[in-house]
């Protein structure tokens, strides 16, 4: 029987929707394009922000798909990069601790860098959990 494949938590995606009109529970589960359009738009008006209320279950079960488990855990580098992504927190985390030291120097490489990583955490997550 296969392991059910369970990498991002529908508890972390309800907390961070409600930070959701910054588009938060869309970059966290995997969706940067529209997490940017959301930042962007404070969540489409509000609007698209409610509607994803009942959107997340869906958007768990895919990033369930998409990415592979392993002994990274995604929520906690989200709650990393969330909450001390300046400070480079998720990448000590990850194991980069040359970029995580880099950003703790320079705030995050001037916001520049935390935003490239909440583009891309979920991938270098997933890489790594793969051993690529």
Not at 39 to 68: H, K, N, Q, S, V
Not at 98 to 115: A, N, P, Q, R
Not at 118 to 123: A, G, H, K
Request: hydrophobic letters at 45%; one cysteine or more; proline letters at 2%.
């Amino acid at each position: 029987m296969a392991k059910h494949n369970d990498t991002h938590s529908k508890l972390i995606g309800y907390i961070t929707w409600i930070f959701g009109f910054t588009g938060a529970h869309r970059f966290y589960y995997g969706k940067p394009v529209t997490g940017t359009i959301w930042f962007f738009t404070l969540g489409l008006c509000g609007i698209g922000w409610l509607i994803d209320l009942f959107l997340i279950p869906g958007m768990d079960a895919e990033a369930d798909l998409r990415y592979r488990d392993g002994p990274l855990d995604y929520s906690l580098a989200w709650v990393f990069l969330t909450f001390g992504g300046v400070f480079g927190i998720h990448r000590m985390y990850m194991g980069k601790w040359l970029t995580g030291i880099l950003y703790l120097l320079s705030v995050g490489l001037l916001g520049f860098g935390v935003l490239y990583d909440f583009w891309t955490l979920n991938e270098q997550i997933s890489r790594i959990n793969t051993g690529e």
